[in-house]
């Protein structure tokens, strides 16, 4: 069976001489991805303005493109945009991460059809880098074209594509695909030298993938204000000026040539951390053990995703500074961590340690609006050394976890949880806006009349 990018391929043949040796990169970005979700079981939304809230309501996450052109800021505290909010009527919404989580899934899961199960690397919940073979410049948009075309039918999800001998420059093409959604069909391509040269021209350093925002106005500083520029910069120069050999990497990627391979699987992480902010402030220390024994649990999921495990926990809370007025700045962080005498990723072996903790740091009386779990010292499953006065992990144990997972998923919701967890939550995060979870709920499925 040939695959649509095969087909493309044989039917774009060498009637464009602008062919490139090595593959092509393609980066497929969702706009606006939260709100995307929030208006597919919505269309009444298409074209109004609409925002999605961070975790408790607090900031503005996401904007559709309406909502940015009538001045909503992007991470702006939600009472500060409300009046604005308010007076052209936007939709809002709180984070539903279910849902965009399912939608995100079918997104990957449609791309690794079209392209295969081994070309396809997902980078973030609404990107994915995705390996394409050589083809005409021509064909290569054509085939953005129907990746675009194609996700969208698939999952109701519009996406920007952007195509480029390097990750880099097919970050590059995609920015300026979104930037002229009208103009390039949410498609860009960016294969000729001369294409290349016009692109890079027009952006500007502190928009190039990979440059934050002090090098960007390091560059600035010395006169480099396009991509354009920095490409034309020697690799020399780069590993003294721009970080070393990352530098250097990335002038050649800007170049045309490719440093960075798709992979299939990301490196594992070196920490993980499960963190939230409470519904409202909390200052009964059950209520601290409940949330920091519910973020080990999170935490261990992860853990056991990436087929590791952690030796050292560490757990934080934040103090509300004033009992009587909510306050929306970032107050100080009180932590302390304890090192397992083993590694594991057993979700109570975790949760032990981490409530053991809470005594540690709670102050009686005081108030606290938010807390967290990070786990490091992460070794994988495959190479963790042995203990000769700890007994070895029992497989019931990794055995239950496995069955917990499988039934969490399946269920979702959590539906399997330790009673260290609680059961009534009180502290909870606020969610007053979260529209219901269509794709995963029997009880909330959108209804056709």
Known sequence: MVSPVESTHQKAVAADTGIVHGGLKAIVDCNSFYCSCERLFKPVLKNKPVVVLSNNDGCIVSRSDEAKQIGVQMAGPYFMARPLIEKHDIAVFSSNYTLYGDLSWRVMETLRQLCGEKKVEVYSVDEAFVDLPDMPAEAAARYGLYIRKTVEQWTGISVSVGIAPTKTLAKAANYLAKKNKQQSWCVTALITPEEQQKALQSIRVTNIWGVGRSYADKLINMGITSAWDLRNMPEQWAIKQLGGVVGARLIKELRGESCMDIREQPDSKKMIASTRMFGSPVNDILSIKEAIATYAS????????????????????????????????????????????????????????????????????????????????????????????????????????????????????????????????????????????????????????
């Open 298 to 449: 999170l935490a261990a999921q992860k853990l056991r995703r990436q087929r590791c495990s952690a030796r050292i926990v560490t757990i934080f809370i934040v103090p509300k500074e004033d009992n009587h007025a909510v306050d929306f700045r970032h107050g100080p962080v009180i932590s302390t961590s304890t090192t397992l005498p083993a590694a594991t990723s057993v979700t109570n072996e975790l949760i032990k340690p981490a409530v053991q903790l809470v005594e540690k740091i709670y102050e009686k009386g005081r108030f606290y609006k938010k807390a967290g779990v990070m786990l490091s010292g992460i070794e994988p499953d495959s190479s963790i050394q042995g203990n000769l006065f700890v007994p070895e992990s029992k497989n019931k144990g990794r055995f239950l976890m496995k069955m917990m997972d499988n039934i969490n998923f399946s269920m979702r919701n959590d539906i399997l949880k330790f009673a260290a967890s609680g059961t009534s939550r009180n502290w909870k995060m606020r969610q007053e806006k979260r529209s219901p979870r269509y794709t995963t709920r029997w009880e909330e499925m959108f209804e056709v009349k």
